[in-house]
């Protein structure tokens, strides 16, 4: 018999993933399902976008790319991070991937040996904590619950620092919150960090451009910090290029030629065809996602009133992304037809099956009192997913 190796016995499954799949699974049984699981626009990449993936395989863009990426690709990231972030990384200060999750990957087999901690502020995305474990570090989580808005604050953070600590991860806006960290937020975190010049932080920033109302703002601004930072970024979100896999990197130059290192020996370089389709992107205004982005905002209303409207839910209003992350342990200890929720695993579980709407348990993300809620989905198909939670829900004594 073949025996499979710890580090993968050891991995969790991406709920976000085996939630997508049990959906598959039901609507295969005839099932009407609506899966509010995965984070994926559900908007088509814009025609601009498509059109130079065109071009590039007309110009035969078809073979090996350099392992970080091509030059003219990181020169149109170099010039997007001026533009949108006013952060200055040069070409060779920039690493392109198969995604941000590489990117993520790349940067924390960099960096984290053995036995080093990495703070996660809790709730997280999914992946930080299972790439970290597969670097063999110790994952330290420092909590922010509802009442803070699900951020951290830089007390927090010095408390959860060791002298092992090497990183520390986290997203605004945040993935699975849609909680957006502000300037004056960040600059609390940097003055923290820069009293432990040896700690990376990894800031991920895929949602950038789906904001609302608030200018985004990224942490490697403050210079005293900058130089420790890795902002972490991506088409998949704003530009709904979930399939065509890239994101990239900005960190200081010994950074960036380690990422290139790693990714060498894993992937090397991403797509051809993808890359050349995403210098129109980076060069393309932010406006190009407005009407999207406003959609999405839409929505978000539209998800909050209807929780509203069910007793025993408690959410906050996310100030980007596209989920909500409300707060449901008001059902736990509560049953209906012999199943009794002790979870937000059970409650997932109970609405799939009572309410056929697919959720992800907030204990994926670190939070157990709460579950996810994505809104990348029609107006009518998210007014009848609610629907039926409200029935499901209220049913439950």
């Not at 007390?155 to 997203?171: G, R, V």
């Not at 069910?310 to 100030?319: F, L, R, T, Y």
Request: proline share 4%; with cysteine; aromatic share 8%.
């Amino acid at each position: 018999m073949i025996e499979l190796s710890e580090r993968l016995q050891s991995m969790e499954e991406s709920a976000t993933i085996a939630m997508s799949q049990k959906s598959r699974e039901l609507r295969a049984q005839g099932k009407d399902v609506i899966s509010l699981s995965l984070g994926e626009p559900d908007f088509h990449t814009p025609d601009f976008i498509k059109d130079a993936a065109k071009q590039g395989m007309d110009d035969n863009f078809t073979t090996y790319t350099p392992v970080p990426g091509y030059l003219d690709l990181r020169e149109a990231i170099s010039r997007k991070f001026k533009r949108d972030n006013n952060l200055d990384y040069s070409p060779d200060q920039i690493v392109v991937s198969t995604g941000a999750k590489q990117s993520i990957a790349n940067t924390v087999l960099s960096i984290v040996n053995p036995g080093d901690d990495v703070v996660i502020p809790v709730p997280y995305w999914v992946s930080y904590k299972e790439i970290v474990r597969v670097a063999e570090g110790n994952v330290v989580t420092v909590s922010a619950g509802i009442e803070t808005d699900f951020k951290i604050t830089g007390a927090q953070l010095e408390a959860a620092i060791t002298p092992k600590t090497k990183m520390m991860i986290f997203s605004t806006p945040c993935n699975p919150t849609g909680s957006v960290y502000s300037k004056e937020e960040l600059r609390d975190l940097a003055d923290v960090i820069v009293k432990y010049p040896n700690m990376v932080v990894i800031c991920d920033e895929i949602y950038e451009h789906i904001n609302f109302g608030s200018k985004h703002e990224s942490l490697a601004q403050f210079e005293d910090v900058k130089n420790q930072v890795v902002t972490v970024n991506g088409v998949s979100k704003a530009w709904a290029m979930t399939g065509w896999r890239l994101g990239y990197i900005g960190a200081n130059t010994e950074i960036a030629k380690a990422c290139s290192k790693i990714q060498g020996q894993f992937t090397s370089g991403t797509c051809s065809i993808t890359q050349r389709a995403v210098i129109a992107a980076m060069d393309a205004d932010p406006s190009e996602v407005a009407d999207m982005v406003k959609a999405f905002e839409s929505r978000r209303s539209l998800v909050l009133d209807a929780l509203s409207q069910i007793e025993g839910v408690k959410a906050n209003v996310p100030g980007g992304a596209f989920y909500v992350f409300p707060d449901v342990s008001y059902f736990y200890g509560k049953e209906f037809d012999g199943q009794k929720i002790q979870d937000a695993n059970d409650l997932a579980m109970y609405l799939l099956n009572e309410a056929l709407v697919a959720l992800v348990s907030g204990e994926a993300f670190g939070d157990p009192n709460c579950i996810r809620i994505s809104y990348a989905a029609s107006e009518e198909t998210l007014t009848e997913a609610m629907r039926r939670l409200k029935v499901a829900l209220e049913k439950l004594k």
